[in-house]
C-alpha cells in the first residue's frame, strides 16, 4: 500500500531510467501530411508534455517531449481539399481501384509500420503513462486488426463475387466508398481506436482526413512516412490543432461524408451540427460510458472481485470499457470490499517502463484535481475510503480509492470518472440495479458476477434491450475483436467489429439487368476483357 514517502519516491531521476527507455531530446515536429505531401508549418506549436514527471534537486520536473503543429482552419480545409480531389465524386483512383489493389497498399503500410514498432511503444509510455505491457499490447493488436481487416475484406469480396438470379433480374452487389472520411481517436487508445475506424475507411475505398488524439499525438510522427509513402496522393492526409478552430471548420465545410470519432456525446453532437447537410453524413461513434458491474448475492466472489479490479483499474480505469460504478448486494459488501482491498493493495505503482507496473501517471491536465473533487464530494455525502492510501495524489499520479457506500445523490454515481476512482453501491433489491441501467443516459455495456441461473436469466432479458453487450462473470471488454462493439443510448453510434467496420465505411450497390441472351452476353464480355472494377467474378485468395 502506497504511504507518503512512497509517493515521495514515485517519480525516478534521469540516471534511474534505463537507456532504452530514456526520453529522447525534445521532438520539435513541424511536419503534416497532405495531398502525399510532408508540408512544413511555421507558424505556433502545441507543447506535448508527458504525464512523467523527473526527480530533480529542484523538485519534480515534467518531461516536455517536443511540440506538434497548431495549424489554422486554412491548413486544415486545405488536406481535406485534397481528400475530396482523390475521392473526385466517386470518380478518383483510389475509390476505383480494384480490392486486390487497395488490400496491397494496406499490407505495404502495415509493412512500413511494423518497422516502428519500438518508436511508438516507448512515445505511448511517454505521452499517455501506458505500462511497456499494455503499450506493445496495443501496438500489436493494432497490426492483427489490420490483418484481419484484409482478410475480413477479402471474405466479403469473395461472396460479392459471384452475380444472384431473382425473378428474371439478373445483378451483382459490392460495396463500395462513401466519400471523403474524417477520422478522430482518443487519447486511451491512440493508435488502436483510432485505426480501428482508420484503416477500414481506407481499405473500402474512402479517402480520409486523420485528426490524432489531443494526447498520444507525437506517436503517429514515425508513421508519416509510412502513410506518404504507402497510399496515393490524396488518400490520407493527416493534421495537427485544436478540434474547435481545425475540425469545426471540416465539418462545416460540408464535405465530410462520414464522420468517425471516439470522445463525448456532446463533443460529437457539437461536431454533427456544424454540417449543412446532416442527412448525407454517416457516422461512427464510440462516446461515453457509465458500465456497471453487478455482484449478486450467490457469486464466486474471488472471480468477482478479480474480474473486477481488472474492470475497473486497468490502465488506471482510464477505459471507454471500465467498470466504472459497481453495485454489490448487502449479503456479501463486507467481504467484496475486503477482498477487493487487498487485491487493490498488491497493484504496483510506479512508471510505465517498471517491471509489473499497473499504475502509472495519468496524462490529462487537471484530472488528479478532477478526481479530488468527485472524492472530496463523495466524502462529504457519507461514503468512506476503504483501502489505505486511496486518494492521495503527487503530480499527475492519483492513488485509487474504493469508496462505498456510495449513494444516488454523489457525482460519482451517475458522472463517467474515467479515472482510479471505484464507487461501491450496496444494495438490497434487485429494482434499485435495474432501475439505475434503465434510468442511465449511457448503455455500452455491463458486467453480471453471480452463479444462480434464476437470477442470471431473468436479468439478461432486464438488460439485453439497455446495452450492448452483457457480460457474464466477466469485466466488460471491447474483444474479440470480431465481436460487435457499440452501444445504446449517448454511448454510440453504429456498430464498429471486423466485420461491421468494412460496412460502417461502405454502402451497398447493386447493378442490374433483365436475364436475357443478350443482356447475358453483354456482361460476360465486359467481365471477360476487364472493363470494369466493379463488375467481375476474380476471386482474392
Known amino acids: 500500500m ?75 480545409l486545405a488536406a481535406l481539399d485534397a481528400a475530396v480531389a482523390a475521392y473526385d465524386n466517386g470518380q478518383g483512383a483510389w475509390p476505383n481501384l480494384r480490392v486486390a489493389e487497395r488490400i496491397a497498399h494496406v499490407e505495404r503500410f502495415l509493412d512500413r509500420m511494423r518497422e516502428q514498432r519500438t518508436a511508438v511503444v516507448k512515445l505511448l509510455m511517454w505521452e499517455i503513462g501506458k505500462n511497456l505491457k499494455d503499450s506493445e499490447k ?18 466479403l469480396d469473395r461472396r460479392s463475387s459471384r452475380f444472384e438470379l431473382e425473378q428474371g433480374t439478373l445483378g451483382q452487389i459490392r460495396r463500395v466508398p462513401l466519400g471523403v472520411a474524417l477520422c478522430m481517436g482518443p487519447y486511451n487508445y491512440p493508435l488502436n481506436e483510432t485505426f480501428t475506424t482508420l484503416i477500414p475507411a481506407l481499405i473500402m475505398g474512402n479517402t480520409v482526413v486523420f485528426k490524432p488524439a489531443k494526447f498520444g499525438v507525437l506517436l503517429i510522427r514515425p508513421l508519416l512516412e509510412a502513410f506518404r509513402d504507402s497510399f496515393p496522393p490524396g488518400v490520407i492526409n493527416v493534421i495537427y490543432g485544436r478540434g474547435r478552430e481545425t475540425v469545426s471548420a471540416l465539418m462545416a465545410s460540408g464535405k465530410v461524408d462520414v464522420f468517425a470519432f471516439i470522445g463525448t456525446h456532446s463533443g460529437a453532437a457539437d461536431l454533427k451540427k456544424l454540417h449543412p447537410r446532416p442527412h448525407r453524413l454517416r457516422a461512427a461513434l464510440g462516446l461515453d460510458a457509465k458500465n456497471p458491474g453487478i455482484v449478486l448475492p ?8 478479480s474480474e473486477a479490479i481488472t474492470g475497473a483499474l ?29 487485491k487493490l493493495a498488491e497493484l504496483k505503482p510506479g512508471m510505465p517502463w517498471e517491471s509489473g507496473v499497473a499504475l502509472t501517471p495519468l496524462p490529462e491536465p487537471g484530472k488528479v484535481d478532477y478526481l479530488n473533487g468527485l472524492l472530496q464530494d463523495a466524502l462529504a455525502k457519507g461514503a468512506r475510503v476503504i483501502n489505505p492510501g486511496g486518494g492521495e495524489s503527487r503530480e499527475s ?39 439505475y441501467v434503465l434510468q442511465s443516459d449511457y448503455g455500452q455495456q455491463l458486467s453480471l458476477f453471480g452463479d444462480n441461473p434464476e437470477q442470471i436469466g431473468p ?17 466488460c471488454q471491447r474483444g474479440p475483436d470480431s465481436y460487435p462493439f457499440n452501444g445504446r443510448k449517448n454511448s454510440a453510434e453504429g456498430t464498429l467489429s471486423v466485420h461491421d467496420a468494412l460496412r460502417t465505411f461502405s454502402i451497398r450497390t447493386l447493378v442490374a439487368t433483365r436475364f436475357t441472351d443478350a443482356n447475358k452476353a453483354l456482361i460476360s464480355q465486359i467481365i471477360r476483357d476487364r472493363d470494369s472494377s466493379f463488375l467481375t467474378t476474380d476471386y482474392i485468395f
Open 2 to 76: 502506497p504511504d507518503n514517502n512512497k509517493l515521495d519516491h514515485l517519480f525516478p531521476r534521469l540516471t534511474d531510467i534505463p537507456d532504452a527507455w530514456r526520453p529522447d531530446a525534445p521532438v520539435e515536429q513541424r511536419e503534416y501530411l497532405v495531398n502525399g505531401e510532408l508540408r512544413r508549418w511555421d507558424g505556433p506549436l502545441a507543447p506535448v508534455r508527458s504525464p512523467i514527471f523527473l526527480a530533480t534537486d529542484q523538485g519534480d520536473e515534467q518531461v516536455i517531449l517536443g511540440s506538434t503543429p497548431l495549424l489554422d482552419a486554412d491548413a486544415a
Open 459 to 475: 436479468l439478461v432479458d432486464a438488460f439485453v434491450n439497455q446495452v450492448g453487450r452483457i457480460n457474464i462473470n466477466a469485466q
Open 397 to 435: 499520479f492519483f492513488y485509487p480509492a474504493l469508496l462505498s457506500p456510495v449513494r444516488a445523490d454523489m457525482r460519482l454515481y451517475n458522472e463517467e470518472q474515467f479515472g482510479p476512482l471505484v464507487p461501491v453501491v450496496p444494495y438490497r433489491e434487485l429494482d434499485e440495479v435495474i432501475d
Open 314 to 342: 486497468s490502465f488506471n480505469g482510464q477505459r471507454c470499457t471500465a467498470l466504472k460504478i459497481l453495485f454489490v448486494h448487502e449479503d456479501v459488501l463486507d467481504s467484496f470490499l475486503a477482498r477487493f482491498s487487498a
Open 138 to 155: 496495443e501496438f500489436d493488436r493494432t497490426c492483427d486488426y489490420i490483418v484481419d481487416t484484409i482478410q475480413a475484406l477479402k471474405e
Open 298 to 305: 450467490s457469486v464466486d466472489l474471488d472471480n468477482a472481485v
